[in-house]
Nanobody, 119 residues
Framework: QVQVVESGGGLVQARGSLILSCAASGRTFSSYVMGWFRQAPGKEREFVAAINRSGGNTYYADSVKGRFTISRDNAKNTVYLQMNSLKPEDTAVYYC????????????WGQGTQVTVSS
């Protein structure tokens, strides 16, 4: 139904900023809830942020509240994750995902983009 591709990862110093982009390919992008997840080496994948279909509601993991901002531009079929005040513990592979708004699971995933925060 929809394909997503992340970009924007890289190496950044602690306290720095980075913005990730997720480009979606599909006819009904605005019908999907979009989320960002991350997985650090040796750890389980964890939820980072999500945004509803219109972009009017956002949700964040406690670990990133006040530092990260998720947004979407439905006209451009793109989701963003603005990351500020980065910490070494933010180092992970970040994944963009999509789910139908009535579904409990994210069915469509990107390939991931590496974010490394140096101390």
């Amino acid at each position: 139904q929809v394909q997503v591709v992340e970009s924007g990862g890289g190496l950044v110093q602690a306290r720095g900023s980075l913005i990730l982009s997720c480009a979606a390919s599909g006819r009904t992008f605005s019908s999907y809830v979009m989320g960002w997840f991350r997985q650090a080496p040796g750890k389980e994948r964890e939820f980072v942020a999500a945004i509803n279909r219109s972009g009017g509601n956002t949700y964040y993991a406690d670990s990133v509240k006040g530092r990260f901002t998720i947004s979407r531009d439905n006209a451009k079929n793109t989701v963003y994750l603005q990351m500020n005040s980065l910490k070494p513990e933010d180092t992970a592979v970040y994944y963009c995902a999509a789910r139908q708004h009535l579904s409990a699971q994210y069915d469509y995933w990107g390939q991931g983009t590496q974010v490394t925060v140096s101390s």
